[in-house]
């Protein structure tokens, strides 16, 4: 059974970009002075990286293949990576004996499928924990609740978040307990894990959410932190970054002495090249459906330590799996039932989905919102949609899916003018109003009057200026409905009562 499962585990070579391929990565070998094989003093390390989780640990069927999940992953990197499950020690260390592997994330960890955003993370930082992740960058998604419970799952997952490039400077950034490296050692190998959080960190979360802390360059921040991490004597240092990989060139120029046998970021929207300075560019995949893998074979007796390197992208499906970690399933498993209890039960009825930045979508979204407090205009940013809507049953779950954001409804007093300028956005989803020529026209197709004064229904996430748009400086004063964006939209959708015979595309006209 074992060597089934190694037999038909799909490795894939790392993408420098999504069109180029390869057969294999080569290894990338630092110089050493040459040595007696008899004297030789060799391990091999494996460092497991994930990227962008978002809460998915249960696994998601796409094209006929159930693809991710906590308690799947897990068990293939125990019967293909020789990797321990549970917790680690208080040291950092591995919960077994002779452990091999350091698992460490790029960051966004929690906030996506519902069974982790309806429960503000905390099932996923369980699941973390008895994963054995050992550290985190700060991803931009980690505060989306508040600070307190950002401190509490930290907690609850055993492993710090760490973000150089984030200069606390008063003690509410300090209070976030934010580090710049951790060491961590396997089979006498120490590796330095140093994270870097996004250059957006400050500005994406909630207003008022990274009070305390400023972002510095990416280089500086390395630059400054890397005497630090060189002090502790590691044979090997990466590095994981909630920012971009094709932003990594810039950040390396010229730092082929910082030495680095990784650096794991973001696919964005540029290609990045597979190395940079002689360091390794890493792409985890996302929602824990891929992992990347760094075999780090490393020459403790050379002088100096002489470090070899092989990457590669695991993908995580169904097809000829091992058998998924039963611990791990049964936290899934507990969660779940929680999930069901608060959230089970059909609303509607799909036909054929509705994709993630539809215009159908679009006015789902923002004419229940608009319907439901009886105002002008409904203003949503489309960000805010964190996936498409399968075909099929609907359930208060799957509106979680969609809408994993801690947002609730208010409603503002805007004059025209400051409307037309929230209009100019382009993240902007809205009704109420529609594009006419080189202007806009409201329900009745009238122009929009620049002096009159509209009712606008958005979030408290837009209101506050995520975004850019600021309408808190159009309106000081508010209607704070106390009302999730996602009940919200469960009351609308359930009212339309939607069946097989009258599926929910069938509101969704778009005029």
């Not at 990338?28 to 091999?44: G, I, N, Q, S, Y």
């Not at 591995?94 to 905390?122: H, L, M, R």
């Not at 150089?164 to 003690?171: G, I, K, P, W, Y």
């Not at 049964?330 to 994709?355: H, P």
Request: net charge neutral; proline share 5%.
């Amino acid at each position: 059974m074992m060597r089934r499962a190694f037999a038909v585990l799909a490795v894939l070579p790392l993408l420098a970009c999504p069109d180029k391929k390869k057969e294999d990565v080569a290894p990338d070998t630092h110089a050493a002075a040459p040595v007696d094989p008899k004297t030789l003093k060799r391990e091999t390390v494996t460092v497991l990286i994930t990227g962008a989780e978002n809460g998915y640990l249960l696994p998601v069927v796409d094209e006929g293949k159930s693809r991710g999940g906590a308690a799947e992953l897990l068990g293939r990197w125990v019967a293909s990576e020789g990797h321990c499950a549970g917790a680690l020690k208080e040291t950092g260390d591995a919960p077994c004996e002779n452990g091999s592997t350091v698992v460490v994330s790029t960051g966004d960890n929690a906030n996506g499928q519902a069974i982790s955003s309806y429960f503000k993370g905390e099932p996923t930082a369980e699941l973390m924990r008895h994963m054995g992740y050992a550290a985190s960058a700060l991803g931009n998604r980690e505060l989306d609740w508040n600070r307190e419970q950002f401190v509490s799952n930290r907690n609850k997952s055993g492993f710090p978040y760490l973000a150089a490039n984030l200069v606390a400077e008063t003690d509410e950034g300090k209070a976030l307990g934010l580090g710049s490296f951790r060491v961590l050692t396997r089979k006498g190998v120490k590796i330095a894990i140093i994270g870097l959080a996004a250059r957006k960190a400050t500005v994406t979360p909630m207003p008022g959410r990274m009070k305390g802390l400023k972002t510095i360059d990416e280089a500086e921040a390395l630059a400054l932190v890397m005497p630090e991490v060189k002090n502790a004597n590691p044979h090997v240092i990466g590095v994981v970054s909630d920012g971009c990989l094709n932003d990594a060139p810039s950040i390396l120029a010229g730092h082929a002495d910082w030495n680095l046998a990784f650096f794991a970021g973001r696919r964005c929207d540029g290609p990045f090249p597979d190395s940079v300075e002689g360091t390794r560019l890493v792409y985890p995949g996302s929602r824990l459906s891929q992992y990347a893998k760094v075999a780090l074979t490393v020459t403790l007796s050379s002088t100096p330590v002489q470090v070899t390197s092989v990457a590669s992208m695991v993908e995580v499906n169904s097809e000829g799996a091992p058998p998924a970690d039963a611990k791990a399933k049964e936290l899934v498993d507990a969660w779940k039932k929680k999930l069901d209890e608060a959230l089970g039960g059909t609303i509607a009825f799909s036909k054929d989905g509705i994709e993630q930045e539809s215009p159908a979508m679009a006015n789902w979204l923002t004419t229940s919102l608009k319907e439901q407090f009886k105002t002008d205009v409904a203003l949503l940013n489309r960000k805010g949609v964190r996936q498409a809507l399968p075909k099929g049953p609907v359930t208060k779950a799957s509106i979680y899916d969609l809408v994993p954001f801690d947002n609730q409804v208010v409603i503002v007093k805007v004059t025209g003018e400051a409307l037309l300028a929230a209009l100019d956005n382009t993240e902007a989803r809205v009704a109420g109003v529609k594009p006419k020529g080189d202007g806009w026209v409201d329900g009745k197709g009238a122009a929009i009057d620049l002096k009159k004064t509209y009712t606008v229904a958005t979030t408290d996430y837009l209101y506050l200026g995520g975004d850019g748009f600021a309408l808190n400086k159009a309106d000081a004063a508010p209607t704070e409905t106390k009302i999730s964006w996602q009940a919200s939209l469960i009351e609308w959708t359930a009212a339309r009562k939607s069946d097989e015979k009258k599926p929910l595309e069938g509101f969704l006209k778009v005029k």
